[in-house]
């Protein structure tokens, strides 16, 4: 059903990002990662993809630097080209970065930081993109559970990903017109490199958030990019300007 699409997903190299390239390669589209630094770690995830039989390749994308996305739309032109295409289906805007601290210790460049990749990447990135998206394309901005439930000292990253929440309504309603649905995941805690890997290695932060879970476990990365590859699917055509939680029902 969706042999022939293609998906670009940003920090695809890893974590979530890969698990959902992974995933929309297994449902038959080839598969376009964005990498910040590191092209050796891209190229195994390349091959991970290829594995799946989906056609993948690796483009440098630092989302923070928005000055670069000219150069970026014209190498992602090169890549369509090479595979015979013109236009993107599916832009998953997954590249995201979180530094917890509390009031006090929250640094101007900390913020900077996170409004700069998780906000300022993800809105100048879809008006780059917009054009390259093809009408009837997706739209999936990868937000976190965070906007729901509340933690001491994740103000700022929350207020970054609940201004995600926004954008993806806001844009839902402007590409419309296109059939362009546009939507959030927002995935609950979830073991990855994310957040020094705690998720994934403090046994004991594990331990706690498992506790406060309705499924009594954090998530694992291949959860999310399967709940991501659905909500691309023609199944839910009918859906936008949602915000879908996959968090096995955290904190409720
Ligand atoms: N894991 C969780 O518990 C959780 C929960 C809710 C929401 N999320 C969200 O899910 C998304 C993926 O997180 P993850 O768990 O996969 O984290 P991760 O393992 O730390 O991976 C983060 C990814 O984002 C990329 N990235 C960060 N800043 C970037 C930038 N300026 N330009 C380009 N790429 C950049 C990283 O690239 P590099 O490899 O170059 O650093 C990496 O590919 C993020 O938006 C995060 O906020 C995660």
Do not use: C
Not at 219 to 231: H, K, M, R, T, V
């Amino acid at each position: 059903m969706e042999s022939g699409r293609i998906a670009l997903v940003t920090g695809g190299n890893r974590g979530l990002g890969w698990a959902t390239a992974r995933a929309l390669a297994r449902r038959g589209l080839g598969v376009i990662i964005t990498y910040r630094g590191d092209a050796r770690e891209a190229e195994e995830t390349v091959k991970n993809v290829q594995e799946t039989g989906a056609a993948a390749a690796a483009l440098r994308l630092d989302v923070s630097d928005v000055a670069s996305f000219p150069a970026f739309v014209s190498d992602l032109a090169a890549q369509l080209e090479r595979w015979d295409a013109t236009r993107l289906d599916v832009l998953v805007n997954n590249a995201g970065v979180g530094l917890f601290g509390s009031l006090e210790s929250v640094t101007v460049d900390d913020y900077d930081t996170m409004m700069d990749t998780n906000v300022r990447g993800t809105f100048f990135l879809i008006q780059a993109l917009a054009p390259v998206l093809a009408d009837g394309g997706r739209i999936i901005n990868v937000s976190s559970s965070l906007t729901r439930h509340t933690s001491a000292g994740t103000s700022v990253y929350s207020a970054s990903k609940a201004a995600v929440e926004v954008l993806t309504r806001t844009l839902a309603v402007e590409l419309g017109p296109r059939k362009i649905r546009v939507n959030a995941v927002a995935p609950g805690p979830t073991a990855t490199d994310f957040n020094g890997g705690a998720m994934r290695d403090d046994a004991r932060l594990r331990e706690g958030l498992s506790a406060q879970t309705a499924l009594g476990r954090v998530g694992e990365p291949q959860e999310i990019g399967d709940a991501i590859a659905a909500l691309v699917s023609e199944d839910l055509r009918w859906v936008t300007a949602q915000r879908l939680e996959v968090s096995g029902g955290a904190l409720l």
